[in-house]
């Protein structure tokens, strides 16, 4: 069974730092590429962060890019989002998802192209 498992979310201020963690069960990251979305009330889930497990390529949103930093630890079969400078407008539930390495080679792409989804944590940024 395939599952996906993200933690750490939680209240900060802004300007502070979270570190969340995606881990994987029922199958190994080797050939995935996983990422991170969001999705705040009432609107459309964006794209955050994703890693290629098989080259170590990162992709960025526009909107985190220089503030949020991805990584993955195959011997653990996790990936984190190390997310620094939070501001009100990153809250919202972050989610994790996984989808074959070969679909992702230059943007972190649509949700759509994600098969695997976690059941994600909420991240609160108050000013």
């Known amino acids: 069974d395939v599952q996906l498992q993200a933690s750490g979310g939680g209240l900060v201020q802004a300007g502070g730092s979270l570190r969340l963690s995606c881990a994987a069960s029922?199958?190994?990251?080797?050939?995935?590429?996983i990422a991170w979305f969001r999705q705040a009330p009432g609107k459309e889930r964006e794209g955050v962060a994703c890693?290629?497990?098989?080259?170590?390529?990162?992709f960025y949103g526009d909107s985190v890019k220089g503030r949020f930093a991805t990584s993955i630890d195959n011997a653990k079969n996790t990936v984190d989002l190390e997310m620094n400078s939070l501001k009100p407008e990153d809250t919202a539930t972050y989610y994790c998802?996984?989808?074959?390495?070969?679909?992702?080679?230059?943007?972190?792409?649509?949700?759509?192209?994600?098969?695997?989804w976690g059941q994600g944590t909420q991240v609160t940024v108050s000013s």
């Open positions: 029922g199958f190994t990251f080797d050939d995935y590429a």
């Open positions: 998802a996984a989808t074959q390495s070969s679909l992702i080679t230059s943007s972190l792409g649509w949700a759509a192209d994600y098969d695997y």
């Open positions: 890693i290629s497990s098989a080259t170590r390529a990162t």
